[in-house]
């Protein structure tokens, strides 16, 4: 008797737990699991968001639509991550840092002070989280003043999306209320995950869009120091530009019959050659948009070689 009473009282004096919020078992695996997967289709997709708009401005810069040249999802995945390797180093350390003082503060403060803490904390992330907000939105209506600051805009409405959702969750835990609500809490988290995700892909659209034009004046600044090209081709490919020559081959029974002189490649993609003329500029350069082809030899040399005036 006096056994069975023992295991009722420990039975009684554990806490009562939340089913809509398991703490062990394959439930909590399950929703580590697929917090993991969300973040991680969401760093690819903005991956991949980056690396195509990335694409779109850089060949556009070169009056070239990029659709003509089969990128592919690897090639703009790796855009995409060679254009926002520092700027998520920068978040991640950024909140590493964040991190890492709220532990030490954990640990070096009283359970007391620590919830004083944290209930200051509240009000200062829902003031800054609001002045964020009501900065950053009316910036989708009229966005041409803050062209200069790319990525920040989104960057701001992201982190004052979490600012607020913070302190609506300390509010809740103070009031309460976190257990009560359970069901409300999925919806908001929902929520918040979206508007982040939103404010995001606005950052990563500014950027991309910013970083591929400041690429295409990098490349066009290099094209002097580009390898001379001469392509050969057995049938005329009509390339006319400044600085193009084109030579006809003298041999009756050469296989490439013509020549042309005076190209920088650009890229080759999606089986297209993209040619500039070696003084491309943006305001009178043309590109040519040439097919791989047999009939096609393409000859490299340094940059301010000159081929002889015959074949």
Request: charged share 15%; with cysteine.
């Amino acid at each position: 008797m006096t056994a069975v009473i023992a295991r009722r009282t420990a039975a009684a004096a554990q806490p009562a737990t939340d089913p809509a919020e398991p703490r062990t078992g394959p439930a909590r695996a399950l929703r580590i699991v697929a917090s993991v997967v969300a973040n991680t289709t969401l760093l690819t997709a903005l991956l991949y968001f980056f690396g195509l708009v990335a694409t779109q401005v850089f060949f556009a810069h070169f009056r070239v639509h990029y659709t003509l040249l089969g990128q592919t999802s690897d090639e703009i995945l790796a855009r995409g991550a060679d254009g926002l390797f520092m700027p998520l180093a920068g978040i991640a350390i950024a909140v590493l840092f964040v991190t890492f003082v709220a532990r030490y503060l954990r640990t070096r403060l009283s359970a007391r002070r620590w919830a004083a803490f944290l209930r200051v904390c509240a009000p200062v992330a829902a003031v800054l989280g609001v002045a964020l907000l009501a900065v950053t939105v009316p910036i989708t209506v009229d966005p041409e003043p803050f062209r200069g600051y790319p990525g920040l805009p989104g960057l701001g409405f992201a982190v004052g999306v979490v600012l607020l959702a913070f302190a609506w969750r300390r509010w809740s835990v103070t009031a309460g209320r976190a257990r009560k609500g359970a069901g409300f809490g999925v919806a908001e988290s929902v929520a918040a995950f979206l508007l982040v995700s939103i404010g995001l892909f606005w950052a990563v659209g500014d950027y991309s869009a910013s970083v591929g034009t400041r690429r295409g004046f990098e490349v066009e600044a290099r094209v002097p120091d580009m390898p001379a090209l001469v392509v050969y081709s057995g049938g005329s490919l009509n390339l006319t530009g400044d600085g193009v020559r084109q030579v006809t081959c003298a041999q009756p029974d050469a296989t490439h019959k013509y020549r042309y002189d005076g190209l920088k490649l650009l890229l080759h993609s999606g089986g297209q050659y993209v040619f500039l003329p070696a003084t491309w500029r943006t305001s009178s350069g043309t590109a040519f948009v040439v097919p791989r082809t047999d009939s096609l030899r393409l000859e490299f040399g340094p940059p301010d070689s000159t081929p002889p005036p015959t074949c």
